[in-house]
């Protein structure tokens, strides 16, 4: 089993800056890659970002060069920074772990609130 926890969202004004974090626990060792998913109210959930078992990175277009998604090993966690926030961008995000053998895993989710 693997347990994930985000952190880090929070209400910021269009322009500044967050950095999520999603600390995983439990069986890791069998994650291939691990994702961001933002989900406004009332729209389907959707990909954000994506890093693979090896390092490499993934971006929806709509993120590319604001958004970057990084790992700390030693810490068992995954960021995602988010720079030049827009309004249209609150959402909640949610970190999600892919594995070889056992599927999925969620977390529970971070709200970040995007206002002027």
């Known amino acids: 089993q693997v347990q994930l926890v985000e952190s880090g969202g929070g209400l910021v004004q269009p322009g500044r800056s967050l950095r999520l974090s999603c600390a995983a626990s439990?069986?890791?060792?069998?994650?291939?890659?691990t994702g961001w998913y933002r989900q406004a109210p009332g729209k389907q959930r959707e990909l954000v970002a994506t890093?693979?078992?090896?390092?490499?990175?993934n971006y929806t277009d709509a993120v590319k060069g604001r958004f970057n998604i990084s790992r700390d090993d030693a810490k068992n966690t995954v960021y995602l920074q988010m720079d030049s926030l827009k309004p249209e961008e609150p959402a909640v995000y949610y970190c999600?772990?892919?594995?070889?053998?056992?599927?999925?895993?969620w977390g529970q989710g971070t709200q970040v609130t995007v206002s002027s």
């Open positions: 999600k772990t892919d594995h070889v053998l056992l599927g999925s895993y």
């Open positions: 439990g069986s890791i060792s069998s994650i291939y890659r």
């Open positions: 890093i693979t078992r090896g390092g490499v990175k």
